[in-house]
């Protein structure tokens, strides 16, 4: 009785650290949070590892053998984590080579402006957690191990671990048995695949292929003279505003408004979509494919294209007489790509001196930035016409705390004042979908008032506007099973100049059509092909009355 009692015990201790196991390496992220949920599958990984340690069992391991077993399935507990968080996150998979580069800025922004009491507690939360789950994998190792030491227990972890190999193989060789559904995908090739991409950044690159691209082509100079051109980026602002009924719902009202004022302001509006090359963040590579005319889709296209002869948008403008400048008002560092890129200036977060209230990691409002560089470079009477390049930041996660939208532009003027934070995310939301969406919806009305208000009120009446999105939202917002679609909009006072946007298919109004027209990477080639036939402003026209000297 006592024997059968002790057996007993050994085996529901083995069930229970087997499960163990098997959860930390099957569980699912648990969207729209970074947290994860335990499903009913089966780990391949742990399967393997089993009956390799049943074949090659000769006595039980040493402290060391025992180290590097708790090390791997540690190793293979993250591996799994980063392979179902990170795509339920960002809507993309990392690339840990390109991608840990940025994690000190992704985590210095995150924490910006938490409590020190939250991250204190954050931090001691994960170190138990963390802890816990040590002590857990490792007594889970340890009662195997102890399993496998005892012929029968070893005798059936061989004979478990075979059958569910052979039903895994059946599975994947038969379409009549679909066998393989009850397991998870194995993580090692997770590892391995990040070998793969390090070594193909690496090793394989192949850095002559931009060298081998035509060229972008001369800006089509047919007007009687060359109006202003704004190419303004709103950062996150993808098509599932007009796709994702969470969305497109609260904002069909904003759109319809947005383009009946402009439109009773002499502007007119077409649009299309097109397919960005990256997703949920990565805001350059949108810039760069847009600038250069290819197609920049991970930070090695980016290094290749800063070390080539490349000829940019940007030098096609400056070539055919225009005043060059890109604002960047999240631009707190040294940024020798703008040299690059071939702008005459470049207003960085410093040289727009906001000495307002700080909104966020990234403190300016879009709006100061826009009146600001309009005071600086386009009241001026006598000047070159100018080609702007403007990437906003108020709508980038965690899209709060937002500033306020000021009627009157001109209190910008003013000296800085207190005001209040129109909103703020706790560190517990900022990972949480639930919580982002709506600030995300607050940041696109937020673009939506600012680019609306400039037109009515101080744009240029010969001006071209070309207004389009970098990337969709991190996948923690809208999904991860969406299309790379971002929306592009192009507003100027003449009908003429539209109509080759048309002709290419862009649709008259604020909605595009329903497919891509082109990749990102085309629409700065179709801006230099179509030219900017814009008349110049006539003597009868009159600025709003916004446009003070």
């Known amino acids: 009785m006592e024997r059968l009692s002790t057996i007993s015990i050994n085996g529901f201790r083995l069930s229970l650290a087997l499960l163990l196991l098997n959860s930390t390496l099957t569980f699912q992220n648990r969207w729209p949070t970074a947290g994860v949920r335990w499903v009913l599958e089966l780990s391949l990984d742990l399967i393997v590892l089993l009956l390799a340690l049943v074949v090659a069992w000769r006595g039980p391991p040493g402290r060391w053998s025992r180290g590097l077993l708790l090390g791997g399935v540690i190793l293979l507990t993250l591996g799994r984590y980063m392979d179902v968080t990170a795509p339920a996150l960002m809507g993309r998979s990392v690339h840990l080579y390109w991608d840990s580069q940025h994690l000190p800025q992704v985590a210095t922004m995150l924490i910006d402006s938490?409590?020190?009491?939250?991250?204190?507690l954050g931090g001691l939360a994960l170190l138990v957690a963390g802890g816990a789950l040590l002590v857990m994998l490792r007594w889970a190792l340890n009662t195997v191990i102890a399993a496998l030491g005892r012929p029968i227990q070893r005798c059936v972890l061989g004979v478990l671990a075979a059958v569910l190999l052979t039903l895994y193989g059946a599975g994947r060789l038969s379409m009549r048995l679909p066998t393989e559904h009850g397991f998870a995908l194995p993580v090692t090739?997770?590892?391995?695949?990040?070998?793969?991409?390090?070594?193909?950044?690496?090793?394989?690159?192949?850095?002559?292929?931009?060298?081998?691209?035509?060229?972008?082509?001369?800006?089509?100079?047919?007007?009687?003279?060359?109006?202003?051109?704004?190419?303004?980026?709103?950062?996150?602002?993808?098509?599932l505003v007009f796709d994702d009924p969470r969305f497109a719902a609260p904002l069909a009202d904003e759109f319809a408004t947005l383009e009946q004022s402009l439109e009773s302001s002499g502007w007119r509006v077409a649009s299309a979509r097109v397919e960005s090359s990256t997703f949920g963040g990565g805001s350059w590579l949108a810039h760069a494919s847009f600038l250069s005319g290819l197609r920049i889709a991970d930070q090695g296209d980016y290094r290749d294209l800063l070390v080539s002869n490349r000829?940019?948008?940007?030098?096609?403008?400056?070539?055919?007489?225009?005043?060059?400048?890109?604002?960047?008002?999240?631009?707190?560092?040294?940024?020798?790509?703008?040299?690059?890129?071939?702008?005459?200036?470049?207003?960085?977060?410093?040289?727009?001196?906001?000495?307002?209230?700080?909104?966020?990691?990234?403190?300016?409002?879009?709006q100061y930035s826009l009146y600001r560089i309009h005071r600086t470079e386009l009241d001026p009477v006598h000047r070159q016409p100018l080609f702007l390049f403007f990437p906003t930041i108020n709508s980038h996660a965690p899209f709060a705390p937002l500033p306020p939208y000021q009627l009157d532009w001109s209190d910008f003027d003013a000296p800085a004042r207190e005001s209040a934070v129109s909103g703020s995310v706790e560190l517990s939301e900022r990972l949480d979908g639930a919580a982002l969406a709506p600030a995300y919806l607050q940041s696109i009305r937020y673009n939506l008032a600012v680019l609306g208000g400039y037109l009515r009120q101080y744009a240029?009446?010969?001006?071209?506007?070309?207004?389009?999105?970098?990337h969709q939202p991190p996948a923690v917002v809208g999904g991860r099973e969406i299309p790379w679609q971002v929306p592009v909009h192009v507003f100027s006072r003449d009908p003429a100049v539209l109509e080759p946007f048309i002709a290419v298919g862009f649709r008259p109004g604020m909605v595009p059509g329903p497919t891509a027209l082109s990749g990102i990477e085309q629409m700065g080639s179709l801006l230099l092909e179509l030219g900017h036939e814009a008349s110049p402003p006539q003597p009868g026209d009159i600025h709003s009355e916004g446009q003070r000297q």
């Open 311 to 366: 000829q940019t948008v940007v030098h096609r403008f400056a070539d055919a007489g225009y005043r060059t400048i890109a604002v960047m008002p999240g631009l707190r560092y040294a940024w020798p790509e703008g040299r690059f890129y071939g702008f005459t200036e470049i207003y960085s977060a410093e040289r727009l001196d906001y000495r307002g209230p700080a909104y966020g990691w990234w403190v300016i409002p879009d």
């Open 460 to 470: 240029p009446a010969n001006a071209l506007f070309l207004v389009l999105g970098d």
């Open 114 to 120: 938490v409590a020190g009491w939250q991250l204190t």
């Open 189 to 239: 090739p997770v590892f391995i695949e990040q070998l793969r991409l390090t070594l193909d950044a690496t090793v394989f690159r192949n850095q002559g292929w931009i060298a081998a691209q035509p060229p972008l082509p001369a800006l089509n100079l047919n007007g009687p003279k060359p109006g202003d051109v704004f190419v303004i980026f709103f950062e996150s602002y993808g098509a």
